[in-house]
């Protein structure tokens, strides 16, 4: 309000009038929250961690899992196996 100019603290980013900082609200189930304050939608095969910051991809047990586009794990039905090839 002095006229000053300020940054904006992690996570955050300047509205459109560049007069307070935001932070988007992310969809969890696919996004992160970068350090910008902006979204970011995770690869093909990853998901975001616990704390929204990175995206992951899981390490599945090759023998009963195959890893899902949303980077989880799913174990195979009961006589199935991870078709690797």
């Known amino acids: 309000l002095d ?3 300020q940054s904006c603290d992690d996570y ?5 009038d ?3 900082c935001i932070t988007d ?3 969890l189930a696919t996004e992160i929250l970068e350090i910008s304050g902006y979204c970011k939608l995770c690869e093909d095969y990853s998901h975001p961690d616990d704390d929204n910051r990175i995206c992951i ?3 599945c047990d090759l023998d009963r899992e195959i890893i899902k586009l949303d980077g ?3 174990t195979c039905a009961d006589y199935k196996y991870a078709d690797l090839t």
């Open 72 to 74: 989880r794990c799913e």
């Open 18 to 20: 560049n007069r307070v």
């Open 57 to 59: 991809t899981d390490i």
């Open 3 to 5: 006229g000053t100019c």
């Open 25 to 27: 609200q992310c969809n």
């Open 12 to 16: 955050s980013h300047p509205d459109s």
